[in-house]
């Protein structure tokens, strides 16, 4: 069996008297896409930021790739290969595409407390930042100021930062949320192309792309994970039907 | 120093800190409410002090002139948010900076234009002239002891007017979140008008008040203004009880600092030296106080829920 | 919009390197020119700050200060010799600026401003209860700094030109340092912090030592700003000066640090001028501030961008 590569051991969160995890535990497998599906407010993208680091739990523990990094700093964490991209598209307006991409690459390589030399020269971090804008099909606007792209290149522009991090793990906040067919197409493409070198956890309310990439399904509901299970065993759980998939088809 | 002495010392830092809490309360208020950092609060306590000089030797009379400073202030303040302050609402911490420090400008100038640059003195009013004795052998001036006493009555009136008024409780509720109250119905704007206004009446009020024990002069809003953000830091920025106990603290601190330092050091170096090693530390005081509370509390002692 | 960030220092540079020989060789004029110059080293390391960490200082002026009180406290001891001097005066504001930045960066926004003001003003009281040093009053300097034990720097065009050598160097030091490996996680952090943990960046890190940074540059102007007047006083430190400095890089813009110099002279010749109109200049003044903080979005350097 495939190294286990994330661990939620009973994470609890709330805000005042509102319990928004409630003793959600989970895992996730190098080279697995597990999906995260639930209603709206169930509580998934707090569970992201707990992972990444943007929320602490108020108990429980995070396990990445066998350490405990419940209480390391966001930045920390992305630099032990744990990236993930934002429900909200979250890149650096003022940079080029290929400098929002080569920020990732140099966070990873050597220090940043170098003052003199201009970066955008430095060859190295520009061809691994063209490399991971190539793997996401946007070399062609990787001059493009990142404030002009289309929404559905923000989306692959942020999902090429997260690949430049050389990550082991991607926290992926519903990536297809607001792109057209054809840009949500080729976004499925891509992430069913790295499934071989990640683990990914994948939010996402687009059904047939979770059914299309997921090899196991997590359900949330108020905080609470009411089913895990594969995607047979997710279609056929009557809970799940009740709770989420029955009104999403009706 | 003695024990009495430290007594008149410590009287006098609390009475400092009333004065300061007067002029903090307005702007962790303004701040709290409406994110809007005014940096021109400090030349309201100062408009409100030469009004309370002007209007008291107009009228003839501290107390009718120290009653007519409370609706010329507030007139001042709300003159001054139609002019200025309303036009930066929308725009950055920076650029509100800015603006009111143009303001400041203005107004320290203009009050040199207007009045000279020469310190006014008030007389103290008959009335309160006079001293109190507070303990064996200590007479103790009843003016200051008046400003503590006043002060502390209207702590308490802007307590019950905030917590436990309507208009109080949209206060508050602006000062965590203002698109929800926006969103009940009220007229934002006007409340933003109101808290300034009010904020404005206390800062003009404090200076009013302290006429008769400080030189009026132009600038003169400037240290206490300084002195106000550091309690509104200390105390958690939009916390009126944060802005009351912060203000208390600092002013112990600058006076008793003042007072006790020259002697601490004295213990550890020659008396020259110690003059001057102590005046120096105590003038920092207060900001190692700060810098202190802020290491282990970045958000302040008393974080308005936000 | 490239070709500005540097065309235009350029053609400030010459035209400053060519102002004493073009009619502005007098006391006054060069006394001017050099204040400006000074300011604008002020301002080039405040926009390090501001434009390029995106934090808001009001206390800025201290780090001059601390800069001009290590000449002082030299020249009470008659060290005067610039290799002793300016290192000296230097690491004393970058030291200044990293104890005090430690504890202002673990804040930001309006927290941070007002931190700054009071560390600020914490500073602007030391220096004027420092009684051998004049107090309140200031200190006159026994003598100018020296290079290699010659005076060269009293006289005007020496000191002209040295001015303007440190204010290049700067700004080049600045330009250089936005567009390294640094500065590019600097500009990251300020523009969107969030982005910039997710990759793995600190930003207190970054942002502390851009803060030394600035404090340092700052000191080196506070050296220069010692020498032109041989007068240092706690009046250098005040937190209005802080406030003036902040006005130089916003009317400049805070794109880069050729809106700080930009800025910087302009204001210097707009305060220059007001105070030749009328004593109470200040009164044209704050209002002219608030109506070019109101229409002026992108300072001065902004200006051709829009329409």
Redesign the interface.
Known sequence: MAELLLELRNLRKSFGGLVVTDDVSLDLRQGEIHALIGPNGAGKTTLIHQI?G?LAPDSGHVIFAGEEVTRL????R??RGL??S?QIT??????SAI?NV???V???SG??????????T?ASLNGQAMEALAEVGLEHRAAAPAAVLSHGEKRQLELA?ALA?QPRLLLLDEPLVGTGAEEAERLIRILGGLRARYGILLIEHDMPAVFALADRISVLAQGRVIATGTKDEIRANPIVRDAYLGEEEA | MNATLLFVQALNGLQFGILLFLIAAGLTLVFGVMDFINLAHGVQYMVGAYLGATLAAWTGSFWLGLLLTLPATLGFGLLLEFLVFRHFYDRDHLSQVLATFGVILFLNEGVRVVFGTAPLQMPMPELLSGGVTVMDGLLYPTYRIAILAVGLATAGLLWFLVERTRAGMLVRAGASNAPMVSALGVDIRRLFMLVFGFGAMLAGFAGALATPILSVEPGMGDTPLILAFVVIVIGGIGSIRGAFLGALLVGLVETLGRGLMPDLMRLVMDPSAARQTGAALASMLVYIVMAAILTFRPAGLFPARR | MRWRETAVPLAIFLALAAAPFLGFGQGHSLTLLARAMIFGMAAISLSLIVGGAGLISLGHAAMLGVGAYAVVVLDHARITEAWMVIPIAIAASAAFAAVTGAIAIRTSGVHFIMITLAFGQMAFFATSSLAIYGGDDGYTLYSRTELFGSRALEGRLFFHFTCLALLILCWGLVQALLLSRFGRVLRAISENETRARAVGFEPYRYRLVAYAIAGAIGGLAGVLLANGTEFVAPAYLTWQRSGDLLFMVILGGTAGPHGALMGALAFILIEEWLAHLTEHWRLIFGPLLILCVYFLRGGIAGLPRRG
Not at chain 1, 73 to 76: C, H, L, N
Not at chain 1, 90 to 95: L, Y
Request: proline share 3%.
């Open positions: 990444s943007t700093s966001m930045a920390r992305a630099r990236a993930r934002f979250s890149i650096v307006a003022g940079f400098e080569a920020l990732a140099q966070a990873r220090s940043s407390f170098r003052f003199f030399r201009p970066v955008g430095e930062i991090m």
